[in-house]
């Protein structure tokens, strides 16, 4: 079925399963209004709801926001505090809608560095919408994807070290099993806001297929219409994987 939204066409058949945004230009977007950045953090929560709402429209499975990295702890004091309590409020205010939207809550990230408050209203919301069976809303938090190899390293050594797992067994699935990821799919598009050409510390080992697709809209600008029309472009691209064209139709 294709039908047409605003001028932009979508192949429901082909909608991505699952995509990662890179949700940044908050700060511009702030300074360019004359506001304090934290002005653009808020109104960056309007466009998480919008974006949610239009993945699930979607039929998208998996969206996995990054929130904050595991870089952003060295930003000023002042605004790593207001984005805490930012996305912590953003939360648990969104719950009732997840909760109707049948949307799961996830988190990826190393959450032992948040403040113990936050970390338990973030588990609460994860384990109030653990039954729905929509939209998986992934936040990557105190996320960094240099961090999440490092851990899947440690994990698989110390198997190896206790014999559980040999050394030659080791292959991409393994790795990709012990990931903060492992329960989910590769995403399929990775989009990343605020104009920068960059992957900032995101899903590195994840990302090695999915289609990239970079805009200048300010993250506090990106909406439903902006969600539609990078999922529209993916569409147009060919996913070869090392192949080439004519050995994709043979398939
Ligand atoms: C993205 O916006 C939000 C986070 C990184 C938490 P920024 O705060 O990075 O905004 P810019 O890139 O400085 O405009
Ligand atoms: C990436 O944005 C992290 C998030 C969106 C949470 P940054 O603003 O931190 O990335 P750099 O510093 O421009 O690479
Ligand atoms: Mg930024």
Not at 68 to 81: G, L
Not at 171 to 198: C, F, K, M, W
């Amino acid at each position: 079925m294709t039908t047409a939204d605003k001028n932009i066409s979508i192949d429901f058949n082909r909608v991505p399963k699952h995509v990662a945004i890179i949700m940044d230009g908050n700060g511009r977007w702030a300074k360019a209004k004359g506001q304090e950045r934290t002005c653009g953090h808020e109104q960056g929560v309007t466009s998480v709801r919008n974006v949610i709402r239009e993945a699930n429209a979607l039929g998208i499975k998996y969206l996995t926001l990054y929130a904050f990295s595991t870089e952003n702890w060295n930003r000023p004091q002042h605004e790593v505090d207001v984005l805490m309590s930012l996305i912590v409020m953003a939360m648990s205010r969104e719950l009732p809608e997840m909760l109707e939207n049948n949307v799961t809550m996830r988190i990826i990230g190393d959450i032992s560095r948040l403040p113990e408050d936050a970390r338990q209203t973030l588990d609460q919301c994860v384990a109030a919408t653990a039954h729905c069976t929509g939209l998986n809303m992934i936040l990557a938090l105190s996320y960094s994807s240099r961090w999440e190899i490092t851990e899947a390293v440690k994990a698989i050594s110390s198997k190896v070290a206790v014999g559980e797992l040999k050394a030659e067994d080791i292959n991409d699935d393994i790795v990709s099993q012990h990931l903060a990821t492992a329960e989910y799919p590769d995403p399929d598009l990775l989009i990343r806001t605020g104009g920068d050409v960059r992957v900032s510390n995101y899903l590195l080992w994840q990302i090695a297929y999915s289609e990239l697709y970079f805009t200048p809209t300010l993250w506090p600008d990106f909406d439903g219409a902006a969600l539609r029309k990078a999922v529209a472009e993916y569409q147009q691209r060919e996913r070869r994987y090392g192949l080439i064209s004519e050995q994709l139709t043979e398939q």
